[in-house]
Protein backbone atom coordinates (compact mmCIF):
# COMPACT_ATOMS: atom_id res chain seq x y z
CA UNK A 1 0.00 0.00 0.00
CA UNK A 2 3.29 2.47 0.28
CA UNK A 3 2.41 3.55 -2.99
CA UNK A 4 -0.74 5.46 -2.63
CA UNK A 5 -0.64 8.97 -3.02
CA UNK A 6 -3.58 11.41 -0.81
CA UNK A 7 -5.89 11.87 -3.31
CA UNK A 8 -7.27 15.64 -3.01
CA UNK A 9 -9.19 15.18 -6.58
CA UNK A 10 -13.08 16.67 -6.66
CA UNK A 11 -14.50 13.82 -8.30
CA UNK A 12 -14.54 10.50 -8.79
CA UNK A 13 -12.78 11.00 -5.52
CA UNK A 14 -11.03 9.20 -2.86
CA UNK A 15 -12.53 5.49 -1.30
CA UNK A 16 -11.84 4.58 1.82
CA UNK A 17 -8.74 2.30 1.54
CA UNK A 18 -10.66 -0.93 3.98
CA UNK A 19 -13.82 -0.45 1.42
CA UNK A 20 -11.10 -1.10 -1.38
CA UNK A 21 -9.59 -3.91 0.24
CA UNK A 22 -12.65 -5.50 1.14
CA UNK A 23 -13.74 -5.09 -2.49
CA UNK A 24 -10.55 -6.82 -3.71
CA UNK A 25 -10.93 -9.82 -1.37
CA UNK A 26 -14.25 -10.79 -2.81
CA UNK A 27 -14.10 -9.29 -6.66
CA UNK A 28 -13.58 -13.11 -7.92
CA UNK A 29 -16.29 -14.87 -5.37
CA UNK A 30 -18.52 -13.22 -4.18
CA UNK A 31 -19.94 -14.40 -0.75
CA UNK A 32 -20.01 -18.22 -1.79
CA UNK A 33 -21.15 -17.55 -5.60
CA UNK A 34 -18.65 -18.62 -7.39
CA UNK A 35 -18.35 -15.51 -9.63
CA UNK A 36 -17.90 -11.22 -9.40
CA UNK A 37 -20.82 -8.95 -8.22
CA UNK A 38 -20.12 -7.67 -11.97
CA UNK A 39 -21.49 -10.91 -13.14
CA UNK A 40 -24.28 -11.39 -11.26
CA UNK A 41 -27.77 -10.97 -12.21
CA UNK A 42 -29.36 -8.04 -10.97
CA UNK A 43 -32.33 -10.46 -10.57
CA UNK A 44 -30.23 -12.57 -8.27
CA UNK A 45 -30.70 -12.89 -4.29
CA UNK A 46 -27.26 -11.73 -4.11
CA UNK A 47 -28.18 -8.41 -5.46
CA UNK A 48 -31.18 -7.85 -4.05
CA UNK A 49 -29.53 -8.06 -0.88
CA UNK A 50 -27.18 -5.62 -1.55
CA UNK A 51 -29.76 -3.01 -3.50
CA UNK A 52 -32.08 -3.63 -0.16
CA UNK A 53 -29.77 -3.15 2.70
CA UNK A 54 -28.09 0.37 0.59
CA UNK A 55 -31.52 1.54 1.16
CA UNK A 56 -31.79 0.99 4.85
CA UNK A 57 -28.25 1.75 5.18
CA UNK A 58 -28.99 4.70 3.78
CA UNK A 59 -32.15 5.68 5.78
CA UNK A 60 -30.26 4.37 8.88
CA UNK A 61 -27.63 6.69 8.64
CA UNK A 62 -29.86 10.37 7.46
CA UNK A 63 -32.11 9.05 10.61
CA UNK A 64 -35.66 9.34 8.25
CA UNK A 65 -38.40 6.45 8.40
CA UNK A 66 -40.57 4.74 6.30
CA UNK A 67 -42.24 8.15 4.39
CA UNK A 68 -39.05 8.30 2.63
CA UNK A 69 -37.68 6.49 -0.37
CA UNK A 70 -34.17 5.78 -1.56
CA UNK A 71 -33.52 5.04 -5.36
CA UNK A 72 -30.67 4.07 -6.93
CA UNK A 73 -30.70 5.85 -10.82
CA UNK A 74 -28.27 6.59 -13.35
CA UNK A 75 -27.29 9.43 -15.42
CA UNK A 76 -25.82 11.39 -13.11
CA UNK A 77 -26.84 14.45 -10.70
CA UNK A 78 -26.73 16.13 -14.00
CA UNK A 79 -30.27 14.33 -15.35
CA UNK A 80 -31.38 15.20 -11.79
CA UNK A 81 -31.67 18.54 -13.25
CA UNK A 82 -33.93 17.89 -15.61
CA UNK A 83 -36.07 15.08 -13.30
CA UNK A 84 -37.03 17.11 -10.70
CA UNK A 85 -38.54 19.86 -13.18
CA UNK A 86 -39.96 17.45 -15.46
CA UNK A 87 -41.84 15.96 -12.50
CA UNK A 88 -42.69 18.44 -10.26
CA UNK A 89 -42.73 21.55 -12.37
CA UNK A 90 -46.82 21.39 -13.51
CA UNK A 91 -47.84 24.15 -15.95
CA UNK A 92 -48.92 27.30 -13.56
CA UNK A 93 -46.41 26.71 -10.91
CA UNK A 94 -42.87 27.90 -10.19
CA UNK A 95 -39.93 26.38 -9.37
CA UNK A 96 -37.58 28.78 -7.22
CA UNK A 97 -33.96 27.97 -7.28
CA UNK A 98 -31.25 29.54 -5.05
CA UNK A 99 -28.28 30.18 -6.68
CA UNK A 100 -24.77 29.40 -5.23
CA UNK A 101 -22.08 28.28 -7.81
CA UNK A 102 -22.40 26.95 -11.41
CA UNK A 103 -23.98 23.40 -10.64
CA UNK A 104 -27.03 25.24 -9.09
CA UNK A 105 -26.95 27.48 -12.43
CA UNK A 106 -27.19 24.03 -14.14
CA UNK A 107 -30.05 22.89 -12.37
CA UNK A 108 -31.97 26.18 -12.97
CA UNK A 109 -31.01 26.17 -16.99
CA UNK A 110 -32.53 22.56 -17.30
CA UNK A 111 -35.49 23.62 -15.27
CA UNK A 112 -36.00 26.57 -17.66
CA UNK A 113 -36.69 23.80 -20.55
CA UNK A 114 -40.06 22.78 -18.61
CA UNK A 115 -41.80 25.69 -17.28
CA UNK A 116 -41.42 28.77 -15.23
CA UNK A 117 -38.72 29.65 -12.79
CA UNK A 118 -37.38 31.94 -10.31
CA UNK A 119 -34.15 32.90 -9.15
CA UNK A 120 -35.00 33.46 -5.06
CA UNK A 121 -31.08 34.55 -4.48
CA UNK A 122 -27.77 34.25 -6.00
CA UNK A 123 -24.63 35.16 -5.07
CA UNK A 124 -22.92 35.59 -8.06
CA UNK A 125 -21.82 38.65 -7.03
CA UNK A 126 -18.15 38.58 -5.64
CA UNK A 127 -17.69 35.31 -7.75
CA UNK A 128 -19.59 32.76 -5.35
CA UNK A 129 -18.24 33.17 -2.16
CA UNK A 130 -20.74 32.99 0.06
CA UNK A 131 -24.08 31.83 0.65
CA UNK A 132 -26.74 34.04 1.07
CA UNK A 133 -28.48 34.97 4.73
CA UNK A 134 -31.81 34.22 5.15
CA UNK A 135 -33.19 37.67 4.62
CA UNK A 136 -31.59 37.89 1.08
CA UNK A 137 -33.88 35.03 -0.35
CA UNK A 138 -37.37 36.06 -1.27
CA UNK A 139 -39.33 33.29 -2.52
CA UNK A 140 -41.99 33.20 -5.41
CA UNK A 141 -45.66 33.16 -3.87
CA UNK A 142 -46.44 29.77 -3.92
CA UNK A 143 -43.43 27.44 -5.56
CA UNK A 144 -43.60 23.87 -6.87
CA UNK A 145 -40.05 23.53 -4.63
CA UNK A 146 -36.85 25.24 -3.55
CA UNK A 147 -34.26 24.14 -4.99
CA UNK A 148 -30.59 24.42 -3.23
CA UNK A 149 -26.63 23.04 -4.17
CA UNK A 150 -25.92 22.72 0.01
CA UNK A 151 -22.49 22.71 -0.85
CA UNK A 152 -19.98 24.59 -3.88
CA UNK A 153 -17.41 22.13 -5.06
CA UNK A 154 -16.43 25.09 -7.24
CA UNK A 155 -15.90 27.34 -5.29
CA UNK A 156 -15.71 25.59 -1.99
CA UNK A 157 -18.93 27.30 -0.11
CA UNK A 158 -21.47 25.40 2.07
CA UNK A 159 -24.85 25.56 3.58
CA UNK A 160 -23.29 25.49 7.40
CA UNK A 161 -26.74 25.79 8.57
CA UNK A 162 -29.24 24.12 5.84
CA UNK A 163 -32.38 26.17 5.56
CA UNK A 164 -36.21 25.80 5.70
CA UNK A 165 -39.11 26.87 4.08
CA UNK A 166 -41.85 25.52 5.90
CA UNK A 167 -44.68 23.78 3.59
CA UNK A 168 -42.52 24.39 0.65
CA UNK A 169 -40.95 21.24 -0.94
CA UNK A 170 -37.25 21.81 -0.06
CA UNK A 171 -35.08 20.18 -2.64
CA UNK A 172 -30.95 19.45 -2.83
CA UNK A 173 -28.06 18.71 -4.79
CA UNK A 174 -25.84 17.26 -1.88
CA UNK A 175 -23.44 16.08 -4.61
CA UNK A 176 -20.43 17.01 -2.89
CA UNK A 177 -20.84 16.64 0.52
CA UNK A 178 -23.83 14.10 1.68
CA UNK A 179 -23.09 11.88 4.67
CA UNK A 180 -20.48 14.96 5.82
CA UNK A 181 -22.40 15.45 8.89
CA UNK A 182 -25.64 15.19 10.92
CA UNK A 183 -28.59 17.50 9.40
CA UNK A 184 -31.91 17.37 10.08
CA UNK A 185 -32.64 15.18 6.33
CA UNK A 186 -36.61 15.75 7.44
CA UNK A 187 -36.61 19.15 6.13
CA UNK A 188 -36.40 17.85 2.82
CA UNK A 189 -38.61 16.87 0.29
CA UNK A 190 -35.95 15.09 -2.24
CA UNK A 191 -32.25 14.76 -1.92
CA UNK A 192 -29.87 13.95 -4.29
CA UNK A 193 -25.96 13.04 -5.29
CA UNK A 194 -23.60 11.41 -7.44
CA UNK A 195 -22.05 9.17 -5.84
CA UNK A 196 -18.54 9.80 -7.31
CA UNK A 197 -17.82 12.54 -4.42
CA UNK A 198 -18.87 11.23 -1.08
CA UNK A 199 -20.14 8.03 -1.45
CA UNK A 200 -18.79 5.62 -3.94
CA UNK A 201 -17.37 4.86 -7.35
CA UNK A 202 -19.71 6.84 -10.53
CA UNK A 203 -22.06 5.82 -12.35
CA UNK A 204 -24.88 5.72 -9.64
CA UNK A 205 -26.68 8.72 -8.37
CA UNK A 206 -28.93 8.66 -4.68
CA UNK A 207 -32.35 10.40 -4.69
CA UNK A 208 -33.68 10.13 -1.30
CA UNK A 209 -37.71 11.20 -2.08
CA UNK A 210 -40.28 12.10 0.55
CA UNK A 211 -43.26 9.62 -0.64
CA UNK A 212 -46.33 11.80 -1.23
CA UNK A 213 -43.65 13.05 -3.98
CA UNK A 214 -44.64 10.09 -5.97
CA UNK A 215 -48.04 10.85 -6.19
CA UNK A 216 -49.72 12.69 -9.01
CA UNK A 217 -46.61 12.98 -11.24
CA UNK A 218 -46.99 13.73 -15.08
CA UNK A 219 -47.79 10.21 -16.87
CA UNK A 220 -46.57 11.90 -19.92
CA UNK A 221 -42.39 11.92 -19.38
CA UNK A 222 -40.61 9.13 -20.54
CA UNK A 223 -40.96 5.80 -18.06
CA UNK A 224 -37.08 5.87 -17.00
CA UNK A 225 -37.53 9.88 -16.09
CA UNK A 226 -40.08 9.32 -13.69
CA UNK A 227 -39.27 8.65 -9.96
CA UNK A 228 -42.67 6.38 -9.45
CA UNK A 229 -41.16 4.33 -11.62
CA UNK A 230 -37.60 3.67 -9.75
CA UNK A 231 -39.43 3.62 -6.39
CA UNK A 232 -42.43 1.06 -7.65
CA UNK A 233 -39.53 -1.16 -8.93
CA UNK A 234 -37.04 -0.91 -5.99
CA UNK A 235 -34.36 0.61 -7.97
CA UNK A 236 -34.59 -2.58 -10.28
CA UNK A 237 -37.32 -0.80 -13.03
CA UNK A 238 -34.12 -1.42 -15.91
CA UNK A 239 -30.51 -3.06 -15.00
CA UNK A 240 -29.13 -1.12 -12.85
CA UNK A 241 -25.37 -0.06 -12.12
CA UNK A 242 -24.65 -3.22 -9.60
CA UNK A 243 -21.14 -2.80 -9.00
CA UNK A 244 -21.10 1.31 -8.11
CA UNK A 245 -24.62 0.26 -5.98
CA UNK A 246 -22.46 -2.29 -3.88
CA UNK A 247 -19.40 -0.39 -3.60
CA UNK A 248 -21.88 2.84 -2.08
CA UNK A 249 -23.06 -0.06 -0.04
CA UNK A 250 -19.39 -1.17 1.52
CA UNK A 251 -19.16 2.57 1.89
CA UNK A 252 -22.67 3.41 3.92
CA UNK A 253 -21.49 -0.07 6.37
CA UNK A 254 -17.54 1.72 6.47
CA UNK A 255 -19.34 5.32 7.34
CA UNK A 256 -21.82 3.50 10.14
CA UNK A 257 -18.26 1.83 12.09
CA UNK A 258 -16.86 5.51 11.74
CA UNK A 259 -19.93 6.55 14.19
CA UNK A 260 -22.07 7.48 11.30
CA UNK A 261 -22.58 11.07 10.70
CA UNK A 262 -21.48 12.26 14.35
CA UNK A 263 -18.78 10.55 14.20
CA UNK A 264 -17.87 11.77 10.52
CA UNK A 265 -18.75 15.11 11.03
CA UNK A 266 -16.18 15.29 14.40
CA UNK A 267 -13.50 13.85 11.75
CA UNK A 268 -14.20 16.29 8.96
CA UNK A 269 -14.35 19.59 11.30
CA UNK A 270 -10.98 18.59 12.53
CA UNK A 271 -9.48 17.77 8.81
CA UNK A 272 -10.58 20.63 7.43
CA UNK A 273 -9.70 22.69 10.47
CA UNK A 274 -6.02 21.67 9.80
CA UNK A 275 -6.16 23.31 6.13
CA UNK A 276 -8.03 26.50 6.93
CA UNK A 277 -6.05 27.15 10.47
CA UNK A 278 -3.12 27.21 7.87
CA UNK A 279 -4.02 30.11 5.42
CA UNK A 280 -5.53 32.01 8.15
CA UNK A 281 -2.24 31.60 9.98
CA UNK A 282 -0.02 32.11 6.95
CA UNK A 283 -0.38 36.26 7.19
CA UNK A 284 -1.76 36.28 4.02
CA UNK A 285 0.48 33.76 1.67
CA UNK A 286 -2.85 31.67 1.50
CA UNK A 287 -5.62 33.35 0.48
CA UNK A 288 -9.21 31.72 0.93
CA UNK A 289 -11.79 31.94 -1.69
CA UNK A 290 -14.73 31.41 0.34
CA UNK A 291 -16.05 33.79 3.22
CA UNK A 292 -15.11 32.49 6.61
CA UNK A 293 -18.89 31.84 7.33
CA UNK A 294 -19.38 30.13 4.33
CA UNK A 295 -16.61 27.97 4.12
CA UNK A 296 -17.41 24.00 2.83
CA UNK A 297 -15.81 21.35 5.07
CA UNK A 298 -15.49 19.61 2.17
CA UNK A 299 -13.46 21.61 -0.94
CA UNK A 300 -11.44 23.88 0.04
CA UNK A 301 -10.37 26.65 -2.56
CA UNK A 302 -7.58 28.89 -1.73
CA UNK A 303 -4.93 31.29 -3.81
CA UNK A 304 -1.22 31.95 -3.59
CA UNK A 305 0.03 35.13 -4.45
CA UNK A 306 0.43 34.68 -7.69
CA UNK A 307 -0.37 32.13 -10.83
CA UNK A 308 3.44 30.81 -11.21
CA UNK A 309 3.72 29.71 -7.37
CA UNK A 310 0.35 28.24 -7.41
CA UNK A 311 1.55 26.15 -10.68
CA UNK A 312 5.12 25.26 -8.83
CA UNK A 313 2.68 24.49 -5.56
CA UNK A 314 0.59 21.87 -7.14
CA UNK A 315 3.68 20.43 -9.05
CA UNK A 316 5.83 19.99 -5.87
CA UNK A 317 2.51 18.68 -4.08
CA UNK A 318 2.49 15.71 -7.02
CA UNK A 319 5.72 14.94 -6.22
CA UNK A 320 5.15 14.99 -2.54
CA UNK A 321 2.44 12.26 -3.07
CA UNK A 322 -0.44 15.15 -2.20
CA UNK A 323 -2.16 15.03 -5.93
CA UNK A 324 -5.13 16.49 -7.26
CA UNK A 325 -5.21 20.12 -5.36
CA UNK A 326 -5.69 22.10 -8.94
CA UNK A 327 -8.09 24.41 -8.54
CA UNK A 328 -11.50 24.81 -11.18
CA UNK A 329 -10.40 27.15 -13.83
CA UNK A 330 -13.87 29.16 -12.45
CA UNK A 331 -11.84 30.15 -9.34
CA UNK A 332 -8.41 29.36 -10.07
CA UNK A 333 -5.65 28.62 -7.41
CA UNK A 334 -5.98 25.49 -5.56
CA UNK A 335 -8.64 23.00 -4.69
CA UNK A 336 -8.19 20.40 -1.65
CA UNK A 337 -11.28 17.75 -1.67
CA UNK A 338 -11.41 16.07 1.52
CA UNK A 339 -14.39 14.44 1.59
CA UNK A 340 -15.64 11.80 4.05
CA UNK A 341 -12.70 9.12 3.13
CA UNK A 342 -9.48 11.51 3.24
CA UNK A 343 -8.10 10.33 6.08
CA UNK A 344 -6.57 12.57 8.96
CA UNK A 345 -2.88 12.01 7.63
CA UNK A 346 -4.15 13.55 4.37
CA UNK A 347 -4.86 16.69 5.38
CA UNK A 348 -1.78 16.68 8.05
CA UNK A 349 0.37 16.01 5.02
CA UNK A 350 -1.16 18.72 3.22
CA UNK A 351 -0.92 21.22 6.07
CA UNK A 352 2.73 20.52 6.89
CA UNK A 353 3.30 20.66 2.84
CA UNK A 354 1.91 24.33 2.42
CA UNK A 355 3.56 25.56 5.92
CA UNK A 356 7.11 24.50 4.06
CA UNK A 357 5.96 25.97 0.70
CA UNK A 358 5.67 28.98 2.47
CA UNK A 359 8.77 28.94 4.36
CA UNK A 360 10.68 28.42 0.98
CA UNK A 361 8.89 30.79 -1.01
CA UNK A 362 7.09 33.17 0.96
C1 LIG B 1 -20.11 17.08 -9.57
C2 LIG B 1 -21.39 17.74 -9.27
C3 LIG B 1 -22.51 17.61 -10.10
C4 LIG B 1 -22.46 16.83 -11.40
O1 LIG B 1 -22.56 15.49 -11.12
P1 LIG B 1 -22.62 14.39 -12.30
O2 LIG B 1 -22.92 13.14 -11.51
O3 LIG B 1 -21.29 14.38 -12.98
O4 LIG B 1 -23.73 14.76 -13.21
C5 LIG B 1 -23.68 18.24 -9.73
N1 LIG B 1 -23.76 18.95 -8.61
C6 LIG B 1 -22.71 19.11 -7.77
C7 LIG B 1 -22.85 19.91 -6.52
C8 LIG B 1 -21.49 18.50 -8.07
O5 LIG B 1 -20.44 18.64 -7.25
Known amino acids: MNNRVFNFSAGPAVLPLEVLVEAQAEFLNYQQTGMSILETSHRSKAYEAINAEAEANMKELLGIGDNYRVLFVQGGASTQFAMIPMNFLSPGRTADYILTGAWSEKALKEAKLFGTTHVAATTAEGNYKRIPNMDEIQLSDNPAYVHITSNNTIFGTQWNELPSFGQVPLIADMSSDILNKPFNAENFALIYAGAQKNLGPSGVTV ?129 ASIYNAMPVAGCQGLKDFMIEFQRKNG
Do not use: C
Request: aromatic share 8%; hydrophobic share 35%; charged share 20%.
Open 207 to 335: VIIRKDLLENNPKTIPAMMRYETHSKNDSLYNTPPAFSVYMLNLVLRWLKGQGGLVGIGQRNTLKAGLVYDTIDQSGGFYRGHADLGSRSLMNVTFRLPNEDLEKTFAKEAEQAGLVGLKGHRSVGGLR
